[in-house]
C-alpha cells in the first residue's frame, strides 16, 4: 500500500494508546474517534484523570516549524486570556511528540457546542475575541506557514485539478472558462481594496471551529492557521440574505473595534475570498482523494453532478465580484 496516498493506514487504535504512554499518560482504553479528514483526531480517556483529545497530524502536510509555530500562537493567546485550547506539554515540556513516523499532540478536552449565532449580542462577543485575536496576531508574522494569497489558494489549485484531470471532459472548457474568469474578478476585488495588511490569522473561523459554553466562545482547530487579511476571519461567521449578513457584519465589527481596528477596504475582499475558498476546497478534496476517508465522506466528488455545480458557482461569485461591497461605515 503506498503510504503517501494513504498516510493513516498504519495509525491503529494500539498505537494510539500507544502514543499516550509514550508522553506519560496511562489510558483507561477509552478511545473515540473524532470527526477530522485532514488529521487523525480522537478522545482518549486517562485513568484517574480528564479526558484528552489527541490530534495526529497529515504527514508532509507541515513542516515541525511550521506546526511549533502555531502551537506558540496558540499558547500566546491562552497567556493573554484569549479562549482558545493550547497543547499539553508533556515528555520535556514539548508539544509536539513523535511515534513510528507520525507526528501528534495532545490537548484538553474543551466543552461546548457548536454556536448558533442569531443574535447581536453573540456576534459582538464573537467580534470581540476575533479582535483580540488579530491584535497579537498582529505584532510579528509567522516565518514557517504561508500567506492566503491568489497563488496558493487560486491558481496553484486550480493547475492540479486541471492537470490531474478530475474533470469530465466535456465540462473542462466550461470550467476552465470559469475559473479563470473568477480569478481576474479576485485580482479586480484586491486592487479596489488597494494596500491591506496581513496578520496571522485563525485562518477557518466557521462556526464548527468555535465552542461554544455559558463563558462565552471558545476557538479551536487552528490547523489552517496562516498569514492573511483580517477579513478572512469574520466572513465565515456571516450567513443569509445580503441584508441579514450587512447586520451581521455590523455587530461583528462592533465587538472587534474594541479591540483592533479594521480597515474597511477589506470589504472588497469578501467574496474575492470565498471564491478563493471554494477552488482550494476543490482541490484539497482531490489531493485526498486516495485516503480511504474522503471517497467515504464526500461520495458525490469528481461527479459530472459535482463539477457542473462548480461551474455554476463560480459563475455566481464572477457575478457577486462586481458588487458593492457588503457593508461601510
Not at 516549524?65 to 491562552?78: C, M, P, S, T
Not at 457546542?113 to 453573540?122: A, G, L, N, T
Not at 470589504?267 to 477552488?279: C, M, P, Y
Request: proline share 7%; net charge negative; aromatic share 10%.
Amino acid at each position: 500500500m503506498n503510504t503517501h496516498l494513504t498516510p493513516f493506514s498504519a495509525l491503529s487504535p494500539d498505537l494510539v494508546l500507544n502514543a499516550m504512554t509514550n508522553v506519560g499518560l496511562s489510558s483507561d482504553g477509552r478511545l473515540l474517534a473524532l470527526n477530522s479528514y485532514e488529521n487523525r483526531v480522537y478522545q482518549v480517556g486517562i485513568e484517574n484523570a480528564a479526558t484528552v483529545v489527541t490530534k495526529f497530524y497529515r504527514p508532509s502536510r507541515w513542516t515541525d516549524d511550521a506546526i511549533l509555530e502555531e502551537h506558540r500562537f496558540i499558547e500566546d493567546l491562552a497567556d493573554n486570556e484569549i479562549p482558545v485550547v493550547p497543547p499539553l506539554r508533556l515528555i520535556g515540556t514539548q508539544t509536539l511528540n513523535h511515534l513510528d513516523g507520525f507526528r501528534f499532540s495532545v490537548f484538553p478536552k474543551q466543552g461546548g457546542r457548536v454556536p448558533e449565532i442569531d443574535s447581536r449580542d453573540k456576534l459582538e462577543w464573537m467580534g470581540r475575541f476575533i479582535g483580540r485575536i488579530h491584535a497579537l496576531g498582529a505584532t510579528q508574522p509567522y516565518a514557517h506557514r504561508p500567506a492566503l494569497t491568489i497563488e496558493t489558494f487560486g491558481t496553484v489549485p486550480r493547475d492540479y485539478l486541471l492537470d490531474h484531470h478530475f474533470l469530465p471532459d466535456d465540462i473542462e472548457p466550461a470550467y476552465r472558462a470559469a475559473v479563470e474568469q473568477a480569478l481576474v474578478s479576485v485580482h479586480h476585488c484586491m486592487e479596489r481594496a488597494g494596500s491591506v495588511a496581513t496578520l496571522r490569522l485563525h485562518g477557518d473561523c466557521h462556526p464548527g471551529n468555535v465552542l461554544w459554553t455559558p463563558d462565552g466562545p471558545h476557538f479551536v482547530d487552528f490547523d489552517d492557521s496562516r498569514m492573511g487579511p483580517a477579513v478572512q476571519d469574520l466572513w465565515m461567521l456571516l450567513a443569509g440574505e445580503r441584508v441579514e449578513r450587512t447586520r451581521q457584519m455590523g455587530a461583528l465589527l462592533a465587538g472587534y473595534e474594541c479591540f483592533y481596528d479594521f480597515n474597511p477596504r477589506e470589504l472588497h475582499l469578501i467574496e474575492a475570498l470565498r471564491t478563493l475558498r471554494l477552488i482550494h476546497y476543490a482541490a484539497w478534496i482531490a489531493r485526498r482523494w486516495q485516503d480511504p476517508a474522503f471517497p467515504i465522506a464526500f461520495p458525490w466528488f469528481n461527479t459530472q453532478r459535482y463539477w457542473q455545480d462548480r461551474v455554476l458557482e463560480l459563475r455566481e461569485q464572477i457575478a457577486l465580484m462586481d458588487e458593492p461591497p457588503l457593508w461601510s461605515s
